[in-house]
Structure formats: C-alpha cells, structure tokens
Nanobody
Framework: QVQLVESGGGLVQAGGSLRLSCAAS????????MAWFRQAPGKDREFVAG???????TYADSVKGRFVISRDNAKNTLFLQMNSLKPEDTAVYYC?????????????????WGQGTQVTVSS
C-alpha cells in the first residue's frame, strides 16, 4: 500500500513560482509511475504531468514549457516546479501513483492518491 503526502501549495501572484512535493511511503518508489493531477472548482480532475520509472516526462498542453516534473528515487519524493503561474492554474493539486512503471493521462488508471494541496494564483 502506497501512501502519498503533498506539500508546498499556497497563494502566489500571477507570474510567480511554486514547488510542490509529494512524499511517498509503503512501496518501491523507483518502480512506479508518478503524476500530478489538479481539480479546479466546478471542474473534473485533470492530468497535469507524469514521470515514468526512468524519468520520461509527459505534460498536459496547458502547462508545457511552464511546469517541470521530477523525482528523487533515493528520497521517495516527487516534485512539480511550477513557473509563470496563471490564475487558471488555481486548483487543488494531487499526487498520484500507479503500480506500473509507465504513465497514463487517464485518471482511473492511477491506484493511489494523496490528499491534495491547494494552489491559488491571484491576478
């Protein structure tokens, strides 16, 4: 059973940056796919970025060039560096893990979820 705990959310002005972290425990971190999803008020949860077991990246079009996903397998930690933030990036951000080394954008294919961390971008 994998447990995920996010941190690093907060309030930032448009154009600013935040770095989210996700601490994982209870599994073999290096052998699982990891991702970030987000859910804005009144909207469905959506894929943001994913990273496979060897560090291959996948990004949603809306964040390409602004967000960078990375992982530290030695520390069982996933990161999301968010730059040039926009008000439309405001959402609860969730860390997700799946019992596969590969990444998928489909929410239902992810097995484990964190509790979420709020990111608010003011204009």
């Amino acid at each position: 059973q994998v447990q995920l705990v996010e941190s690093g959310g907060g309030l930032v002005q448009a154009g600013g940056s935040l770095r989210l972290s996700c601490a994982a425990s209870g599994g073999t971190f290096s052998n699982i796919g990891m991702a970030w999803f987000r859910q804005a008020p009144g909207k469905d949860r959506e894929f943001v970025a994913g990273i496979d077991w060897i560090g291959g990246h996948t990004y949603a079009d809306s964040v390409k060039g602004r967000f960078v996903i990375s992982r530290d397998n030695a520390k069982n930690t996933l990161f999301l560096q968010m730059n040039s933030l926009k008000p439309e990036d405001t959402a609860v951000y969730y860390c997700a893990a799946r019992t596969s080394v590969f990444v998928t954008m489909r929410e239902y294919e992810w097995n484990y979820w964190g509790q979420g961390t709020q990111v608010t971008v003011s204009s």
